[in-house]
């Protein structure tokens, strides 16, 4: 199979992405609780015996990365060091800085609680040609005995890569800042944007919690380098200039999932 390196070296930047919280389904969750995932969950997720669903709507799919950390309390191998699950509950709500987005993750999933532990976190926007990714990352679940999402992904071609929490912009090489904070950790190679993200606080959702973040960075895939490099120069530049919106030819939308079988 070929790998999902071999991609339109094209790189827009994110510029306008729609989103919204009533169209999607955390389909990490459904493992993480043991229940498999037939269309019927999608249908019955947003509604009950009087109401019915709300149509499905075309969204985008990102995965959210975020660095796992190691306690006695872990019930993984010590060798984990990242979650990554699947979420198209994402959109920004405000527009002046600070840039703030409201994300949506699903209870009782290991990605969950590593961002909420670690308060730093990379979503992902994937391409139409990672769609292969969703049922690894989204249709199983990080607390999962004897499977490793990283492997799953190395088995379709897919080799995670490094991303450091603070991007150095005088270098732009993706190496850190030289922050004894700053944290690396993987994301997945050759997505059409990377935005990282900073918690800021976390609300009740009913199955899942609405956590509001802070944009403190964007990033873009370098093909030639193969790895991820700022989206903006030091003084604030966009790197190659101003690019069109994202739409289903350079991003993955959940209307290509339905049409897959996917979902």
Partial sequence: ????????????LLLTVASSFCTAVDW??????????PSAVAATAFASPSIPPPPPLSMPVWSLS?????????????????????????????????????VSLYTNTLTRRAFLDSKIGVLQLLRP????????LGKRSGYEDDYSKVEACRSIGCELVPYCSQIDHDDGNGGGG???????????PGCA???????????DAGDHDV???????????????ERVVPAASSDGVVVGGPTAALDPTTALYTGQLRAEGII
Avoid at 1 to 12: A, F, G, I, N, Y
Avoid at 28 to 37: G, L
Avoid at 211 to 225: H, I, M, N
């Fill in 28 to 37: 990490e969750a459904a493992a993480s609780s043991h229940r498999s995932f």
């Fill in 193 to 203: 944007a990377y935005v990282q993200l900073k918690l800021l606080s976390c609300h």
């Fill in 129 to 136: 040609n990672q769609s292969s990714l969703v049922p690894i």
């Fill in 1 to 12: 199979m070929k790998s999902l390196l071999e991609h339109r070296c094209h790189v827009p």
């Fill in 178 to 188: 030289g922050d004894d904070d700053a944290i690396t950790f993987d994301v997945l």
């Fill in 66 to 102: 975020s660095p796992l950390s190691r306690t006695s309390e872990d019930e993984k191998p010590d060798d984990i060091e990242t979650s990554m699950n699947i979420v198209t509950f994402a959109t920004a709500v405000s527009v002046a800085p600070p840039k703030i987005w409201a």
């Fill in 211 to 225: 956590v509001l973040c802070e944009v403190v960075d964007t990033a873009q895939w370098d093909c030639d380098k």
